[in-house]
């Protein structure tokens, strides 16, 4: 149990157009949906948390404007990239926590690679 | 802000011996601090928690440890194989109902057959 799965795994684009990336609780109901980022050799960088039906909170140095996150269900949250640009090529990963789960355990996607030409 | 380090970036040990990792932190006191393993290309997968208030757990092969006075925690990994090499990351949150986990660099470990 307590699987989450990313969507698209890869995804390449051009400078300009803009991406979405779904994250999905498979098996169970997740109050809250975390995004993180990764860039190589560096350790993970949360960017926003989103509960379902509420606005997302934003880390500090993280556009709101320019990483648009909805959490529309329990199960499904989505991160939207816009006006990707090669900068914001990294590796995003999703992760959610369990409505009726332990203390702050995260069970976390296997990511998106996003690579902006 | 917290600062979370872990010993070294890249560790190699041979295969049948215990490999130690080590994650140090400050400006923070957790609540509870977390082990993961993340392979490359891959999502983080979740190996251990551990409380303040705990000083040492335990999961098959692997054993985690707690001082908070140091401000430390130990990740150990006994009759190690080369199909524990990956890169580990310790976590640390606060007390239920803040979010956050904040991750440290990670130590990549490599198991010499």
């Known amino acids: 149990g307590a699987v989450v799965s990313q969507h698209p795994s890869r995804v390449i684009c051009k400078s300009g157009t803009s991406v979405k990336i779904e994250c999905r609780s498979l098996?169970?109901?997740?109050?809250?949906m975390f995004w993180y980022r990764q860039f190589p050799k560096q350790s993970l960088m949360l960017m926003a948390t989103?509960?379902?039906?509420?606005?997302?909170?934003?880390e500090q140095g993280v556009e709101k404007d320019k990483f648009l996150i909805n959490h529309a269900s329990l199960t499904l949250s989505t991160l939207t990239v816009t006006s990707a640009h090669p900068e914001d090529s990294s590796f995003y990963i999703c992760?959610?926590?369990?409505?009726?789960?332990?203390?702050?355990?995260?069970?976390f996607g296997p990511g998106t690679r996003l690579t902006v030409l | 802000s917290q600062k979370i380090e872990q010993n070294s970036e890249a560790l190699n040990i041979q295969e049948g011996k215990t490999a130690t990792l080590t994650c140090n932190y400050t400006?923070?006191?957790?609540?509870?601090l977390q082990w993961y393993r993340q392979d490359p290309g891959r999502g983080p997968v979740f190996l251990l928690l551990?409380?303040?208030?705990?000083k040492e757990k335990r999961k098959e092969r692997l054993k985690v440890t707690f001082d908070t006075t140091l401000k430390q925690s130990l990740f150990h990994i006994t009759a190690s194989q080369p199909a524990d090499s990956a890169t580990y990351l310790c976590?640390?949150?606060?007390?239920?109902?803040?979010?956050?986990?904040?991750f440290g660099t990670g130590t990549r470990l490599t198991v010499i057959p």
């Open positions: 098996d169970f109901q997740a109050t809250t």
């Open positions: 400006n923070y006191s957790p609540a509870y």
């Open positions: 551990i409380r303040e208030n705990e």
């Open positions: 989103s509960n379902e039906g509420s606005k997302a909170t934003y």
């Open positions: 976590a640390l949150s606060g007390k239920t109902g803040a979010n956050n986990l904040f």
């Open positions: 992760s959610a926590r369990r409505l009726a789960g332990g203390p702050d355990e995260q069970f």
